[in-house]
C-alpha cells in the first residue's frame, strides 16, 4: 500500500497563528483596529483548539486509515504532480463546502460543528474554537469519492491542511472589505463574518472554506452590509466559558430531545437529521421561521438575499 508522508500544514503554521493572534490582540486593544476581545472568551477558544489537536491525535488515525484502506478500490492512480495537487484542492475545497452546509441544516453534524460558532466574539483567536467530536459525525465519507477517484488520503490531508490555514485569518473585524475581484473569488473575512452572525438574513450563508464562489454557484451567498452588522454566537447563546459544555452541549441536548418520553419513533430520527432547531411540535425557532419572523417586522426587506419572499410560516 503505498505510503506518503508530506508536511503537516496546520501544525508548521502555529506559530503564525499566535503571533497573528498577539498581534490582533495589541491592534485592537490599543484601538488601531475593530474588534473586541474577552479574556474568558479567548481562552476558552484557546481551549477547544488544544482539545481539537488532542483529539486528532488520538481519533484522526481512524478516518486516515479508513481512507487508506478504501484506496486499495480506487479506479485511477493519479500520482502526486503539480495538477493532481491543485485538484485535490479544488476538490476538497468543494467537499468542504458540502459538509460545511450539511453541518448546518443535519443537527447530528452541527452538534459537533456549534461549538465553532458559539463565541460572540470574532477574532483570530475564534478560528481555533473548533470540535472534539467531529470523527462520530462520519462525515469523512465525503472525501471516499476522492479517493476512489485516485486522490491518495494523503495528498487529500496535505491540501486540506492549507484550506484551514486560509480560514484562520479570515476571522478578523481587523479587516475590512478587500479588492472587488479578491471579495468575487475567495473567501474573505467580510464573507466570514457574514457566516458567523446570528442576523436573520445571515443564517446559513456563505459556507466556503477558501474559495467564495461554491457559494456563489449554489445560491448560498449573502454580501455583508454595512446598515446590518454582523451579532455574532448562536441564536441561544451558551452563557458559559467551560470547555466541556461547549464542546458537548448540543450532543446533550439532541440526545436529551430525541430520547424524551412519548414521542413517535419519527419524531426521534427528525431530532437527530432535521436543522437545528427543529421541533415536533413547532415550538422552537429554526433558521426558516426566524428569518420568516423577521420579513413579517420588515416587509420591505422580504425577497433580498438571505431572506424570503414573504413572511409566511415555513412548511414542515
Request: hydrophobic content about 45%; glycine content about 8%.
Amino acid at each position: 500500500m503505498d505510503s506518503y508522508d508530506f508536511p503537516q500544514v496546520t501544525q508548521l503554521a502555529i506559530p503564525f497563528f499566535v503571533a497573528a493572534i498577539l498581534i490582533e490582540l495589541w491592534l485592537v486593544r490599543t484601538g488601531r483596529a475593530k474588534g473586541s476581545f474577552e479574556t474568558r472568551d479567548t481562552l476558552t477558544s484557546l481551549m477547544m483548539g488544544t482539545g481539537n489537536v488532542v483529539a486528532g491525535l488520538l481519533l484522526g488515525v481512524v478516518s486516515y486509515w479508513a481512507l487508506l484502506w478504501l484506496w486499495q478500490f480506487r479506479v485511477f492512480n493519479l500520482g502526486l504532480s503539480v495538477w493532481v495537487f491543485l485538484a485535490a484542492f479544488l476538490l476538497d475545497d468543494l467537499r468542504y463546502y458540502v459538509y460545511h452546509r450539511i453541518a448546518h441544516r443535519v443537527r447530528w453534524v452541527w452538534a459537533e460543528h456549534v461549538n465553532h460558532h458559539s463565541s460572540q466574539h470574532y477574532n483570530l483567536s475564534t478560528a481555533l474554537r473548533q470540535s472534539w467530536t467531529g470523527l462520530f459525525t462520519f462525515m469523512f465519507v465525503l472525501q471516499a469519492p476522492l479517493v476512489l477517484l485516485g486522490f491518495h488520503p494523503a495528498v487529500i490531508a496535505f491540501t486540506f491542511g492549507f484550506n484551514l490555514v486560509w480560514q484562520f485569518w479570515i476571522h478578523t473585524e481587523t479587516i475590512g472589505k478587500m479588492w472587488g475581484w479578491f471579495e468575487f473569488i475567495f473567501n474573505t473575512p467580510s464573507h466570514h463574518r457574514v457566516h458567523h452572525a446570528t442576523n436573520p438574513r445571515y443564517l446559513d450563508a456563505n459556507y466556503a472554506g477558501t474559495l467564495i464562489i461554491w457559494d456563489r454557484m449554489f445560491g448560498t451567498f449573502v454580501e455583508e452590509l454595512e446598515e446590518d452588522r454582523p451579532r455574532y454566537g448562536i441564536v441561544r447563546n451558551l452563557g458559559t466559558f467551560n470547555p466541556l459544555k461547549v464542546a458537548f452541549h448540543e450532543w446533550v441536548g439532541m440526545f436529551r430531545d430525541a430520547f424524551a418520553p412519548g414521542l413517535k419513533l419519527s419524531d426521534r430520527i427528525n431530532y437527530l437529521i432535521k436543522p437545528p432547531g427543529w421541533s415536533h411540535d413547532g415550538s422552537r425557532d429554526t433558521s426558516e421561521s426566524l428569518k420568516a419572523a423577521y420579513v413579517r417586522r420588515n416587509p420591505s426587506e422580504a425577497g433580498k438575499p438571505g431572506l424570503p419572499v414573504s413572511g409566511a410560516e415555513p412548511a414542515e
